[in-house]
Nanobody
Framework: QVQLVESGGGLVQAGGSLRLSCAAS????????MAWFRQAPGKEREFVAH????????YYADSVKGRFTISRDNAKNTVFLQMNSLKPEDTAVYYC???????????????????WGQGTQVTVSS
């Protein structure tokens, strides 16, 4: 089992940047594929980005491709989401998620992730 705690959210103007962090504790962090999802009020949870156990494979939603970058530091048990060129439509609660899968596994489906953080609010003003 793994516990996840997100941080780094806040209020930023359109065009600005934020860096989210997700600290993990519990089982070896490198055992988990990681992802970021987000959920805006009144909307379903939406996939943002995925990173493989080693960090060698990443996958992004089309809506954030070229603006967001997911990375991980397995020595520090942390996954990051660098968000640049933020837009008002990026406003949401951002969640990190973990899945104990094989090294080549990739998924954008929220129900395939076993562990979730509590979320961090990101608000982008126009």
């Amino acid at each position: 089992q793994v516990q996840l705690v997100e941080s780094g959210g806040g209020l930023v103007q359109a065009g600005g940047s934020l860096r989210l962090s997700c600290a993990a504790s519990g089982r070896p962090f490198s055992s988990y594929a990681m992802a970021w999802f987000r959920q805006a009020p009144g909307k379903e949870r939406e996939f943002v980005a995925h990173i493989s156990r080693s960090g060698g494979t990443t996958y992004y939603a089309d809506s954030v491709k070229g603006r967001f970058t997911i990375s991980r530091d397995n020595a520090k048990n942390t996954v990051f989401l660098q968000m640049n060129s933020l837009k008002p439509e990026d406003t949401a609660v951002y969640y990190c998620a973990a899945a104990p899968r094989s090294s080549g596994w990739v998924s954008a489906m929220w129900h395939e992730y076993n562990y979730w953080g509590q979320g961090t609010q990101v608000t982008v003003s126009s």
